[in-house]
């Protein structure tokens, strides 16, 4: 098992910065996976930035590219998203998300999600 704990969020003027936390605890050695995901109001749940544990590799969605960074500190079991140039489309809540190798096919584990407001 693997518990996620989102923070961080919170009503930012549009073109400001916030730093995204997921606090992770649990068999996380396990995990190869971590990744921020994004839901705005009726939309689906969206990839944003992942990283591979094995070699910190990263990936973006492109609307995000050039502003969002992810991160990870192995010693404190978080991961980051440190987001630049903030824009009203980016409001949404976002969730952390780990993936093991026994959960790849149900989507890993989540956290609760941290809302993000930008306004303009």
């Known amino acids: 098992q693997v518990q996620l704990v989102e923070s961080g969020g919170g009503l930012v003027h549009a073109w400001g910065s916030l730093r995204l936390s997921c606090a992770a605890s649990?068999?996380?050695?396990?995990?190869?996976?971590m990744g921020w995901y994004r839901q705005s109001p009726g939309a689906e749940r969206a990839l944003t930035a992942t990283?591979?544990?094995?070699?910190?590799?990263?990936n973006y969605a492109d609307s995000v590219k050039g502003r969002f960074t992810i991160s990870r500190d192995i010693n404190k079991n978080t991961m980051y998203l440190h987001m630049n140039s903030l824009e009203p489309e980016d409001t949404a809540v976002y969730f952390c998300?780990?993936?093991?190798?026994?959960?790849?096919?149900?989507?890993?584990?989540w956290g609760k999600g941290t809302l993000v407001t930008v306004s303009s």
């Open positions: 998300n780990a993936v093991t190798l026994s959960t790849q096919r149900t989507g890993g584990y």
């Open positions: 649990g068999f996380m050695s396990s995990v190869y996976l």
């Open positions: 990283i591979y544990t094995y070699d910190n590799s990263t």
